[in-house]
């Protein structure tokens, strides 16, 4: 009985890693659609960074490119190349989010051209988002942080502030 476990668990992760192989390729194969579309930095950098997709290098120099005129499709294919290397569906969910697709509305015809590749892609977002919900390199991070600032005060004799 316990291989039977086993079993499902070794298809399952081979068909996740299937559907994961499929969402790459067909990304790398969007890129360039998706750059024409997002014609604004805003909220698409945002969104990117907030969430640990790019660093606040990577966004700050994709702002400051984002001004020079005709320079917005190279910045955002950079940017996309850049988040290639870390490739995860919950890039795809927060691309295809409502407050991005709201921004972007061509990013639909983008997304239906995922549902044609991977038909049942919301379960794969939604699953692969609850698993990812808090990402360990971001939560590792603020954790530190908090550390970081809790010392500080306990070692400076001052009260932590009240909760407003």
Do not use: W
């Amino acid at each position: 009985m316990a291989s039977g476990g086993s079993d499902l668990s070794t298809r399952m992760s081979v068909e996740n890693k299937h559907i994961y192989d499929i969402a790459l390729c067909h990304f790398k194969t969007q890129k360039v659609k998706i750059s024409n579309i997002i014609k604004v930095s805003f909220p698409f950098l945002e969104l990117l960074r907030d969430y640990g997709f790019i660093s606040n290098e990577i966004y700050e120099k994709s702002k400051e490119s984002f001004k020079t005129p005709g320079s917005e499709q190279k910045t955002i294919i950079d940017v996309l190349n850049e988040v290639e290397k870390t490739f995860n569906l919950s890039l795809l969910e927060a691309l295809f989010s409502e407050d991005i697709m709201d921004t972007y509305p061509g990013l639909n015809d983008i997304y239906k051209t995922f549902k044609k590749v991977i038909p049942n892609i919301e379960q794969f977002l939604k699953s692969d988002g609850e698993e990812n919900e808090e990402r360990p390199d971001i939560q590792q991070s603020l954790e530190q942080e908090v550390d970081s600032e809790d010392s500080r005060e306990s070692s400076d004799g001052d009260e932590p502030p009240e909760a407003l």
